[in-house]
T-cell receptor, first 112, second 114 residues
Framework: DTEVTQTPKHLVMGMTNKKSLKCEQHMGHRAMYWYKQKAKKPPELMFVYSYEKLSINESVPSRFSPECPNSSLLNLHLHALQPEDSALYLC???????????FGSGTRLTVV | AQTVTQSQPEMSVQEAETVTLSCTYDTSESDYYLFWYKQPPSRQMILVIRQEAYKQQNATENRFSVNFQKAAKSFSLKISDSQLGDAAMYFC???????????FGTGTLLAVQP
């Protein structure tokens, strides 16, 4: 299995809703990442988990809350989002970062 | 701080022709890695090719090859025999141990004309 699976593929949520994005990989990768990508822009790093511990938080607002329940799963909990948070959210994993990251196909989030 | 620059926001190539996408970067590290990622309209980010800075030989993957000029801090991607499926946004990316992050350029949108 050489894939990173993200669910859901599309999500529409109101500003008062609470939702979660899920990411799963079974490649034995020990580092997992959340990126946010706006249209026609490069991905922006949000969080890095290394060996299930949060190692990098790129000053992301607290309305985004990451969680790594085990080495295969990564969640992103969303609460009280703003319309400007609408974007493609990409999950990635890597065994050894210089070898390259494997990306999921993303969750397209719309906040209304 | 490390930066990655892609000076060509858009490029166009005829099917079966060759196109070169440019990328320059700035770093003070001596050991780092460079990547080209492809992102088609499906938005899946796909690794195209990878280059280790300590290797002088340019990486190749089938129709894709790079011209890595370490002194000039340049890392261009050449796509030979372009195919319609090559149409996508291409991102150049840098990884160095000091930041432990993958840093992306702004991207080049490649169109392939039949």
């Amino acid at each position: 299995d050489t894939e990173v699976t993200q669910t859901p593929k599309h999500l529409v949520m109101g500003m008062t809703n609470k939702k979660s994005l899920k990411c799963e990989q079974h490649m034995g990768h020990r580092a997992m990442y959340w990126y946010k990508q706006k249209a026609k822009k490069p991905p922006e790093l949000m969080f890095v988990y290394s060996y299930e511990k949060l190692s990098i938080n790129e000053s992301v607002p607290s309305r985004f809350s990451p969680e790594c329940p085990n080495s295969s799963l990564l969640n992103l909990h969303l609460h009280a989002l703003q319309p400007e948070d609408s974007a493609l959210y990409l999950c990635a994993s890597s065994q050894d970062p210089p070898r390259g990251y494997t990306f999921g196909s993303g969750t397209r989030l719309t906040v209304v | 701080a490390q930066t990655v620059t892609q000076s060509q926001p858009e490029m166009s190539v005829q099917e079966a022709e060759t196109v070169t996408l440019s990328c320059t970067y700035d770093t003070s590290e001596s050991d780092y890695y460079l990547f080209w990622y492809k992102q088609p309209p499906s938005r899946q980010m796909i690794l195209v090719i990878r280059q280790e800075a300590y290797k002088q030989q340019n990486a190749t993957e089938n129709r894709f090859s790079v011209n890595f000029q370490k002194a000039a801090k340049s890392f261009s991607l050449k796509i030979s025999d372009s195919q319609l499926g090559d149409a996508a946004m291409y991102f150049c990316a840098y990884y160095g141990g000091a930041t432990n992050k993958l840093i992306f350029g702004t991207g080049t949108l490649l169109a392939v004309q039949p």
